[in-house]
């Protein structure tokens, strides 16, 4: 009997509403400490203070929903084809969920799992980015704190500031059923490699890559709105960023021109300043990532139209950048984690789906339209293929009631609202015959 | 854009109700032929007729169910937290799912795939065994003139009769999203592992090592005849069969002696023959499998009861064997895909969990009891950690009502009933804004 | 122990997938019957043939719908706050139901009622309308048959050609949990009264006053066609049929024109003719209805803009009319059960909302508009107040996956898809206790 | 626009999510309070401290699950059989709720609606019991002081201390279309009456007559302490106190004794004093209602082994009351609101389940069994008809996650739990066009 085991039983004795009601109090302890959260994370990560407050309350936000769950995660019973024959679905906690957290959201993503890992009846077994410590330990004391207040074991929720080597163990441990991670399509395709090895379940949250198609009946002043707060906030190190922009050929120069000259008009600084639009990216390899990524673009025939360098100061600011290119170039296929946003034109919504759907990532993607027809073709199984669908909104801004994730090489998983709680638990399919006979289905008779 | 997806286009223009229509067609296609397809399925695969015509009722009940399912692939309105906004999780099709079958259910698992496959608007492309190619033209031929029927291209399902080298080409075909594969674990952790590259979705039905637990307030009669039909019925070739039979030790040598004494009366023969009980294993093969896993078995300690040996006649006939083993045996955490049974001793309920879980397998498992406190521990968070739970039932029959389908090496894939229908399609969740204001999640403001 | 219960045991005993099974048989006999079917409905009703086949077949797809639900008709397992307790919601039948149908409708009615009350485990005690005895009598023989052809009693379908004094005796019947009425808001309301004085439940499809509303931005053609099948189908005798038309100001007139111009060419004449669009009004007391109501029309100030006159001949035929009238007159609040539409002029959205809900009625309800905004406000908490909210299509027309039924005076019953299984059931909440402690609710310690 | 309407529009302004916040301040304000408003209800009611502190208790535990359901308030998206076409099923809020309550649960019942309405988007106008004003007025002001802290109009919530005139008003307001009435069968049938004609829709709550049946195989120990519990609980005025309890024969008079035993050493006294089980009955009202009960069971042949007789003191304190008595006694059938429990005898199960369905209530329900046979019986078509269906635990003590309620002359209502908030909020099933085309459902052409 491992000691994660020994561990848990504390956490699976106490029915789900009592594992809500704990919850309950992690947000409490978390909305006492809203305001000094938010900055840390905005002061580690690097984006501006109200992303870092909107972070944390994404983490309350979570904690509210899951205590309702936690009265809710229900089974079924189903109709038995046989005499005396009850046949339920039960629903019971996995023991032990891992979660692999990025940096660009310290926190966000762990409230996503943690939330619901805990009221369905599992340990948590956190690693956060090696580059944001102080958010992990921050949080995993005060959740460590409502944890001893109920006489329950902290080890209950554990956490690691480190970097690969602990990634791979949790994804290699047989001890962890599931292991949630979040990061780039190609470390997450190694993740998914181990834990399947070992018959483990992974939720992938990989790269996104989400393009962003403004119709020529669009709502103009509302897209351009749109696509400087999807491309360029938190300083483009969303997995929700919009990196492709499809206009329509008799909207484009004009949506582009509004854009250029927004662009020019970012504030630019210190994160935690007020007015401050776009804080630095989040290392010193982010930023030689950017240059790297510019250069590769100009080679492939990207035009720059506005932005391009990095800017020098003892920061690791760059300048938010667009890009005219050619939907042909092969860095548009790719993510490229800051504030670069590829412009391309379309003349029809079927060319510009196409386009949306041509990469191998599926998180997020919006058009901004004034047609119904136009919507519901765009949600519908011609639309797009991404696991965000939005309309008349920037790519981003999931709230946490619907299920959050991404198709093909996004992974495929679902955090948050919907019956995302499922993944964190396992499924049983259990017939109870309480009468004496032996009806066997499909009307077999044996022997 | 692909031929499969060309092909697509003529299932997905087709609303979902229309689709079930088809399907509902194929099921009466299917009920005309029941009695003749029933008996092409024991002749071709060796199971006794009984069980042939029941593999084919159940794809029928499939067809049924699925008719009534294509009025009902709900999607979610979930209330969002911004004015003028709606909040969608709609479900689309993938487009074409690929099905690989196993010989011992020649057409059930297609069934429970293709059906609903078909209503959720995906194309099928099916490989059956190898060693059935009759039951695969046969099933092909009646949904193809169905198809034909309603003026739809046949191709929307297509079958393969061929090996490894065609599952490989599924599995690696970046036009299929989805690969359910059902075969031993050893194989399907390869298909994984191809599809996994590819950023592609599995469905597994894996190896299973079942369990049926007797404990000693059980009603013992019932529980006889329920171990003979798990253990020996389809020769020990169902994915459910019981392989492992835990005894509380107050009731252990009677049961022994009742089953010993089954065991000798059990008809074994030609499986059209009426009154066979047993009819041959699947392929010379299988009869060497099983010649070799019975010495494996005596090398490890294994005492035979009853059986233990082919029968020397034209056909692949084994004896259906008892085998009293050590649990600590490493023969008995293996599938060995035949007739053979082992029984183990314990003194209680925990022990006899612990034991059920105690193999890399998750498909079904079984206990016996009169104690409510006994049912609802095992099928609760410390009970048993299969996907399928039985009660006083054996091992193997399952409904189509409920999800099918194990945890752990068995794969974790869920078909049939429940929301198994969700595998078959992606997932969406879409925001609409239908105001002209902006607002953002979490209540952020931007610029 | 009431007869009801003895006939009613047959049917209980019968898991609900075989239920399922049997109306499968009923759908199966239903389609081979179509053609005849759906002639004696248009022969006997006077509806045309194309709506008499519409009614069968609408009968025939519950048939199909209900087979998948009998196998989906779920109970809950919601987590209990108290360890080693077990909480359910299980669904039961609830015997017998009563179900009186309208002479408009002589079958589908009856079809939604009977395929769900069936698989929930129900009896069916059905009273036609009076004037359709012949419907009646035949649709009982088709499933006297089914129900005789599976060795079971065909009292578990009973039915009854007769008047009021049998829809009495039916609510007043203490051994009839459920009543489902269908019928006038006056007749309606007294069932109630008599079925609530038992503390029996009623389940009620009453009058609808349906609106429809073309905005300036509308698809007018699409509009056009779809008020004139909404307004003169069934000779104006639908529940859901169009009595107001509400048309911005804007295209008031051209919409106008339009219409008079195609109602001019509405062939009247035999139901059973080819190229008929109008058949009779079901009986003289009809027609004579008919003839009170355009003088009550004119006395209010109505103009008629085209009909408004019966047609001297055999049958009860009247002409299809529309009235110019204002809003405010009190003849516009009723139902008018024949072919005659009130058409009035709009000039904003809130306007037209506003007048569509300002009736007793809450049935159907339609816009024609090319704007999301207009679609989603009407659709939502500000929007039409009614069960059936449509857009771009007539005020008919359900299909039978969603929850047909209205609200305020048309009764608040929901019959066919979604949920509507429910109210022909009963639901307990269950709470087990498998250990042997006796942990209270909200924590109480007692004694 | 009426003023409820008015005030309701800043209700459903808020998205529900934002409601659902209001809510939640809501239960942190009564968690400040719990202690104090606990013993206030104690007081004004007369119940015990611990029962009034798990009284407010509930009300805090609802208001916690109810920000989870301000998220779940799902509607669905039901596949269209027609192209081209959306099929909606959307929730709106109903406008205003008034929610009448009964003095024996001054503020959980409240809760139960207020806290559902209120997320669903209604206003609130609540009566509470003419006897409890105080528990009233200091619940209203604790709301009112959480709308004025989110600038939200007081009006949203308004309540009255009054008597059944205000009910009258309620029940006959046409602004208000769902009346939520707890009370008695007899005032409930006029208040449904009264609702009924202006075409409003009713949640009842009525009366119940409970009753717990002790098998031969059951944990007696558990039982006697659950009968206690049952019956002298609130000195018997909940509405799920066991009032009937059924002994099978061959543990009868071992039961009758211990429970006597329990009954003489019942402290009884103050209620806010520690130790004390059970205190005054609500009135002096009710204390002559008890003494006309007692009366009235000696006149038909009941025999008084313990109790029966009003307690000489300040207070209205009543003796816990067994009474052996024939289930033919009429006095049987009716709930008489005290503390006073009839016993009787059975031989089986099946007589057991008559008995228990012989009453026009029901409500609650229980057995104490240990074989699962019984258990699905009981919960089964044949087994209990009530809307609360127990096993090993009393006939109360409901969680709010599963639906409260009762059928027959219970009333029908369901809230707290499970989908009871559907009955908030009012269905409409919208089916959208976004094509070109007009394709009738059921394949009908029309001209």
């Not at 939907?327 to 490229?336: G, I, N, Q």
């Not at 060319?351 to 073709?377: D, H, R, W, Y």
Request: charged content about 20%.
């Amino acid at each position: 009997m491992s000691l994660f085991y020994k561990v848990n039983i504390f956490l699976v004795q106490l029915p789900a509403p009592k594992r809500g009601e704990i919850v309950r109090q992690i947000g409490d302890a978390l909305r006492e400490k809203l305001q000094h959260l938010g900055r840390l994370v905005s002061l580690e990560m690097g984006k501006i203070l109200a992303e870092g407050i909107g972070e944390v309350q994404e983490v309350i936000d979570m904690c509210d929903y899951a205590v309702g769950l936690s009265r809710q995660l229900n089974g079924s019973i189903v109709p038995s084809e046989r005499p005396d024959h009850m046949m339920f679905e039960v629903w019971n906690p996995l023991g032990v969920v891992g979660v692999i957290t990025a940096f660009n959201f310290p926190c966000a993503v762990l409230g996503w799992n943690a939330c619901i890992a805990l009221v369905c009846g599992n340990c948590v077994v956190w690693k956060g980015a090696p580059t944001t410590p102080l958010v992990t330990i921050a949080v995993t004391k005060l959740i460590a704190e409502v944890l001893e207040k109920n006489n329950l074991p902290s080890a209950i929720f554990t956490s690691f500031c480190g970097g690969a080597e602990i990634g791979e163990a949790i994804a290699k441990d047989t001890r962890i059923p599931l292991v949630s991670f979040t990061g780039s399509s190609k470390v997450g395709s190694k993740v998914q490699k181990f834990v399947n090895e070992r018959f483990g379940k992974c939720l992938l949250e990989l790269s996104g890559n989400n393009a962003l198609i403004v119709m020529d009946d669009a709502n103009i002043g509302l897209a351009v709105r749109s696509i400087l707060f999807a491309a360029v906030g938190t300083a483009g190190q969303r997995c929700t960023t919009c990196r492709r922009l499809y206009l329509h050929e008799s909207i484009y120069q004009s949506v582009l021109d509004q854009l250029v000259g927004l662009y020019k008009q970012v504030k630019i600084g210190d994160p935690l300043e007020k007015g401050t639009l776009v804080g630095p990216v989040h290392t010193q390899a982010s930023r030689e990532n950017f240059e790297k990524g510019i250069s590769t673009i100009k080679s492939q025939g990207g035009k720059i139209l506005t932005g391009g360098s990095v800017i020098e100061s003892d920061g690791n600011f760059v300048q938010p950048t667009i890009v005219e290119i050619s939907s042909d170039a092969s860095v548009v296929k790719e993510e490229l984690f800051g504030p670069v946003l590829y412009v391309m034109k379309i003349k029809t919504l079927e060319e510009a789906i196409e386009l949306n759907n041509s990469v191998p990532q599926g998180l997020s993607s919006s058009v901004f339209t004034s047609k119904p027809e136009t919507i519901f073709k765009w949600i519908g199984p011609h639309g797009s293929d991404c696991g965000i669908v939005n309309v008349n909104i920037p790519t981003n801004g999931a709230e946490i009631g619907g299920a959050f994730g991404g198709e093909k090489a996004t992974g495929g998983g679902r955090e948050a609202g919907s019956d995302s709680w499922k993944q964190y638990m396992r499924r049983s399919t259990c017939t109870i015959n309480y009468g004496s006979e032996l009806p066997l289905a499909q009307g077999i008779n044996f022997g």
